[in-house]
């Protein structure tokens, strides 16, 4: 496993790549459903969900709630934009989605791994 620092490094960076890619302005029709960007908004939040369990292992409550909150903050934040964003509810639950399915995933890998104490009887 890596050092801590440089999986917090990294988990901030794509924590402020996905953020800037969340406000800039798009060319994308407002007001259309897309599929494939809930798609890619759960995707990005699955991401962002193993790399931050990967850098907080022992705070996924936590970093949960945080990406949970982040996701629908730029939502909001987009919704008062002038320029070219626009939020979408729909958004917010595909990134709910993304974090979920992420923690499941997380949660699956580290019981995976977990060493079995030969003092427990296992």
């Known amino acids: 496993m890596l050092p801590r620092p440089p999986r917090i490094a990294v988990f901030?960076?794509?924590?402020?790549v996905i953020g800037a890619l969340?406000?800039?302005p798009t060319a994308t029709i407002p007001g259309m459903f897309s599929?494939?960007?809930k798609i890619e908004h759960a995707g990005a939040y699955f991401g962002l969900t193993l790399l931050g369990a990967y850098a907080f292992p022992h705070r996924l409550v936590r970093l949960a709630i945080s990406l949970l909150l982040g996701g629908i903050g730029v939502e909001v934040l987009q919704a008062t934009m002038a320029f070219g964003r626009?939020?979408?509810p729909a958004d917010a639950l595909a990134n709910t989605i993304?974090?979920?399915?992420g923690l499941l995933l997380a949660l699956a890998i580290r019981e995976r791994n977990r060493v079995k104490s030969p003092a427990g009887g296992e």
């Open 12 to 16: 901030a960076l794509a924590c402020g």
């Open 22 to 24: 969340s406000v800039v």
């Open 35 to 37: 599929l494939w960007d």
């Open 86 to 88: 626009q939020g979408d």
């Open 98 to 101: 993304g974090i979920v399915v």
